[in-house]
T-cell receptor, first 111, second 117 residues
Framework: GNSVTQMEGPVTLSEEAFLTINCTYTATGYPSLFWYVQYPGEGLQLLLKATKADDKGSNKGFEATYRKETTSFHLEKGSVQVSDSAVYFCALSDWDDKIIFGKGTRLHILP | GAVVSQHPSWVICKSGTSVKIECRSLDFQATTMFWYRQFPKQSLMLMATSNEGSKATYEQGVEKDKFLINHASLTLSTLTVTSAHPEDSSFYIC?????????????FGQGTRLTVV
């Protein structure tokens, strides 16, 4: 079945550091890929998405490229801020519209 | 973006009682809603898919007699945890899909933290 694997957290970085959160997936079809973010005390929000191979999703300085050859969708940001501290979920959605989530990666950014 | 409202945001109940959680799509019609459960430091686990006017489809291992889902209209789905026990304490999140053209983005409620004492 479909699954998503993302790097274990927590990840702690200093402000302005470069961020990478790895995500790989297993899918039988051609899924859409997503990154969701959950800020402290809030619900899930869509951060970015990509619907086909080689698409790059981007939002708020974050980027992720849909790599079919490596079945990956790694999240990157060139310079993180304290306000980026949150839990990040990689997810996929296949033909059946169900969203399958990774376990989430908690990110702490130190000032 | 579209708004999904989930109520209540937190609830404490006694063991053996039932609790109902509502999920409303405020500005769009959602033919399909999803219910997730999130354990501490764990991922979101899909519990069931709720289609308007029909029975919910439950994921393997989810007790449908314990977690009753009703999707009575295009804007409302409810999850009732029946005869709740402490192990049912968790964070429950609903999601609704808005289909506009080719977009099938999912929007999430803010979640309900259930504590069973």
């Amino acid at each position: 079945g479909n699954s998503v694997t993302q790097m274990e957290g927590p990840v702690t970085l200093s402000e302005e550091a470069f961020l990478t959160i790895n995500c790989t997936y297993t899918a039988t079809g051609y899924p859409s890929l997503f990154w969701y973010v959950q800020y402290p005390g809030e619900g899930l929000q869509l951060l970015l998405k990509a619907t086909k191979a080689d698409d790059k999703g981007s939002n708020k300085g974050f980027e992720a490229t849909y790599r079919k050859e490596t079945t990956s969708f790694h999240l990157e940001k060139g310079s993180v801020q304290v306000s980026d501290s949150a839990v990040y979920f990689c997810a996929l959605s296949d033909w059946d519209d169900k969203i399958i989530f990774g376990k989430g990666t908690r990110l702490h950014i130190l000032p | 973006g579209a708004v999904v409202s989930q109520h209540p945001s937190w609830v404490i109940c006694k063991s053996g009682t039932s609790v109902k959680i509502e999920c409303r799509s405020l500005d769009f019609q959602a033919t399909t809603m999803f219910w997730y459960r999130q354990f501490p430091k764990q991922s979101l686990m899909l519990m069931a898919t709720s289609n308007e006017g029909s029975k919910a489809t439950y994921e393997q291992g989810v007790e449908k007699d314990k977690f009753l889902i009703n999707h009575a209209s295009l804007t409302l789905s409810t999850l009732t945890v029946t005869s709740a026990h402490p192990e049912d304490s968790s964070f429950y999140i609903c999601s609704a899909r808005s289909q506009q053209g080719a977009s099938t983005e999912a929007f999430f409620g803010q979640g309900t933290r259930l504590t069973v004492v």
